[in-house]
């Protein structure tokens, strides 16, 4: 059997949850990555900027908080949280995009295992808490993962919105 660091083990729950993203992007192929997605009333944000807010997030959030450096793109921040849901004027195309997010993300994974069990245990950079209670590091790379799966469940629905079959 096996044996994990901590890290390791965080390292591959959070891929597996990237890997389920990365199937429903590849099942979007035909639709606009730009398009802004309406469903009876409810406005939902395009694919583009939903993929461009998860590599934001992985940076942030596994990188960032953790005390790491990839030297990501600063335009990724306009896909942060609570931002308005546009695109940047300069988003280049949706293959630069899945580009990046394929080049950032090996460095991110190698970042989080690199980080020993006392260093999950220090606090993040921004001392954000998620419970109200942790501000470790670990909690950051926890919620990281969690957000990633969340958003698996928009790529999803936006495939069942376009009649795109999943399984």
């Known amino acids: 059997m096996s044996t994990y660091s901590q890290s390791s083990l965080l390292s591959k729950i959070f891929q597996q949850s990237r890997q389920l993203n990365k199937f429903y992007i590849?099942?979007?192929?035909?639709?606009?990555?730009?398009?802004?997605?309406?469903?009876?009333?409810?406005?939902?944000?395009?694919?583009?900027?939903?993929?461009?807010?998860?590599?934001?997030?992985?940076?942030?959030?596994?990188?960032?908080?953790?005390?790491?450096?990839?030297?990501?793109?600063?335009?990724?921040?306009?896909?942060?949280?609570?931002?308005?849901?546009t695109l940047h004027e300069n988003h280049g195309t949706f293959k630069e995009l899945l580009d990046l997010m394929n080049s950032l993300h090996p460095k991110a994974m190698a970042h989080l295992e690199s980080l020993c069990y006392a260093k999950l245990d220090s606090d993040n950079l921004s001392k954000m808490s998620f419970d109200g209670i942790d501000i470790s590091k670990r909690l950051c790379v926890i919620h990281s993962i969690r957000h990633e799966s969340t958003h698996s469940g928009n790529f999803s629905w936006i495939c069942k919105m376009k009649n795109i079959k999943t399984i």
């Open 26 to 85: 590849s099942k979007l192929k035909g639709v606009d990555p730009y398009e802004n997605i309406e469903f009876g009333r409810e406005k939902f944000n395009s694919i583009f900027w939903l993929t461009a807010h998860l590599v934001w997030a992985e940076n942030n959030l596994v990188v960032v908080q953790t005390g790491g450096d990839i030297d990501a793109p600063e335009w990724l921040n306009h896909y942060s949280i609570q931002s308005d849901g």
